[in-house]
Antibody, heavy 122, light 107 residues
Framework: QLQLEQSGAEVQKPGASVKVSCKTA????????IHWVRQAPGQGLEWMGI????????AYARRFRGRVTMTTDTSTGTVYMDLSSLGSEDTAVYFC???????????????WGQGTLVTVSS | DIQMTQSPSSLSASVGDRVTITCRAS??????LAWFQQKPGKAPRSLIY???SLQSGVPSRFGGAQSGTDFTLTISSLQPEDFAIYYC?????????FGQGTRVEIK
């Protein structure tokens, strides 16, 4: 499976922003899409959005629109997820997951990063 | 948003048992359904995509099926490493949505 490496844990104050990175192997970025999923403590999985790793096209979940920005640096194969105006409810583990899509269909299932714990606390 | 409803929310089973988890979509999602496994403190692991296609490296005791908007994940012979939480997910329509999870525990 493809390997994804995420940045380390973060502690942020309410109202601040956090930027989490997700480094891919850098191969075949054209067909690679990165999803961001978060999981609050003891809770289920919540999809936040998706970015095409090469062209930067994005789609965000409605509840995060205006607060989330996903970007890509094709020179390093790294994708970023920036979440602003943090509140305590944003305390969660944030995962990136990569899927390769050809002809509109995945070539395999998702490959997941190890997760990044973001704690929002004053 | 498409609602994904899993049942049961938890189950107890023994090693060697056949286990089936059901996921119902609130509307037609075609076959755009995936299953994930998650163990405590770990990232999810992909098991199945496109309803019944096995992720690379996943044992063949895992299987997926569909009947209309009802989907099932079956573990044909439960192994000790299979005790975990299982999530379904639809990827037919944004926002992608997950079921609430099914916890598989040791009886």
């Amino acid at each position: 499976q493809l390997q994804l490496e995420q940045s380390g844990a973060e502690v942020q104050k309410p109202g601040a922003s956090v930027k989490v990175s997700c480094k891919t192997a850098g191969n075949n970025l054209i067909n690679s899409y990165i999803h961001w999923v978060r999981q609050a403590p003891g809770q289920g999985l919540e999809w936040m959005g998706i970015i095409n790793a090469s062209g930067g096209r994005t789609a965000y979940a409605r509840r995060f629109r205006g607060r989330v920005t996903m970007t890509t640096d094709t020179s390093t194969g790294t994708v970023y997820m920036d979440l602003s105006s943090l509140g305590s409810e944003d305390t969660a583990v944030y995962f990136c997951a990569l899927v390769e899509v050809v002809g509109g269909n995945p070539t395999d299932g998702w490959s997941w990063g190890q997760g990044t714990l973001v704690t929002v606390s004053s | 948003d498409i609602q994904m409803t899993q049942s049961p929310s938890s189950l107890s089973a023994s090693v060697g048992d056949r286990v089936t988890i059901t996921c119902r979509a609130s509307q037609d999602i075609g076959n755009y359904l995936a299953w994930f496994q998650q163990k405590p403190g770990k990232a999810p692991r992909s098991l199945i995509y496109a309803t019944s296609s096995l992720q690379s490296g996943v044992p063949s005791r895992f299987g997926g099926a569909q009947s209309g908007t009802d989907f099932t994940l079956t573990i044909s012979s439960l192994q000790p490493e299979d005790f975990a939480i299982y999530y379904c997910q639809q990827y037919n329509t944004y926002p992608l949505t997950f079921g609430q999870g099914t916890r598989v525990e040791i009886k």
